[in-house]
């Protein structure tokens, strides 16, 4: 319960790196403001171009990942870690180093990765909606993991400990 609560206060702080990447972005894929004779004539709802999207996309897993590798690697803790006491280290006990702590980070996506591609497979049926209970497999690997390891943990050779005070 304190890896889940933790991983919860964790996912409001990168929601919150992620507003901001969103606010810094504005300039760069809003677009121009149209004439009235053609804004009459267009939809009230502006949906992003694809080249737009795909530069709030490459510049939110940026974010992140600059995010998660500064705070997981060489024995740095996020604030959710500091508040549950918890520490990342690898399975050697030692210091997590940036490319283990950016490969915890991949790993993290593959329950979102899952989700999304079994929507897009299922979303002409009904069946579409099942796609959010794979957002948990990361999670509920530790469930059926022996020593009780989220999927990125064991990917990356790492292990959230419990710090004693």
Known sequence: MRRLGASAYEALLIAAILIAVGFALLPLVTPPRPSPA?????P???IMAPADRALSA?????????????????????LPMKTWHLRLT??????????????????CLIGPALAIGAFAAFQASDHARWA??????????????????????????????????
């Open 90 to 107: 690898a399975t050697s006990g030692g210091a997590v180093g940036v490319p283990r702590a950016l490969a915890r980070y991949l790993a």
């Open 38 to 42: 053609a804004a009459a004539k267009m």
């Open 132 to 165: 959010a209970a794979l957002l948990g497999t990361n999670y509920a690997w530790g469930f059926f993991d022996s020593e009780r390891r989220f999927l990125q943990d064991r990917i990356a050779g790492t292990r959230l400990t419990r710090e004693l005070r």
């Open 58 to 78: 490459m510049a939110a897993i940026a974010a992140t990942a600059a995010y998660c590798g500064w705070f997981w690697s060489r024995g740095r803790r996020t």
């Open 44 to 46: 009230s709802l502006y």
